[in-house]
């Protein structure tokens, strides 16, 4: 994905997540991180995206480490299933059944 898209798609991927609903991040332990969110382009249609949830409190990271994990994996996953929602969206629809059936 190009530079000047990858904000707009972030936003996008994690709107209507928990990442985003302080609720969900407090009743989940997630309010202890904080994240950390960096675009490095990499050339003219790729750009890297790096993510971190760095500890608020001190000894967050060491004592609450799978909900650090838990963090990160969830915001790669809400990538991803944006990267499927905009691939649904532009896939031209098909003809008859989705799947055939040998009969």
Excluded: C, N, W
Excluded at 24 to 34: D, N, V
Excluded at 50 to 63: M, T
Excluded at 85 to 100: D, K, L, V, W, Y
């Amino acid at each position: 994905m190009a530079f000047e898209e990858v904000q707009d798609f972030v936003r996008d991927a994690l709107r209507g997540t928990s990442l985003r609903d302080p609720f969900a991040q407090i009743l989940g332990g997630y309010a202890f991180f904080k994240p950390q969110l960096r675009f490095v382009r990499v050339d003219g249609t790729h750009t890297r995206v790096e993510f971190d949830a760095l500890g608020r409190v001190g000894g967050a990271e060491a004592l609450l480490y799978t909900r650090r994990l838990g963090e990160i994996d969830r915001f790669f996953v809400a990538l991803q299933d944006e990267l499927d929602r905009r691939e649904q969206r532009h896939r031209p629809p098909t003809e008859g059944r989705a799947i055939e059936g040998h009969d």
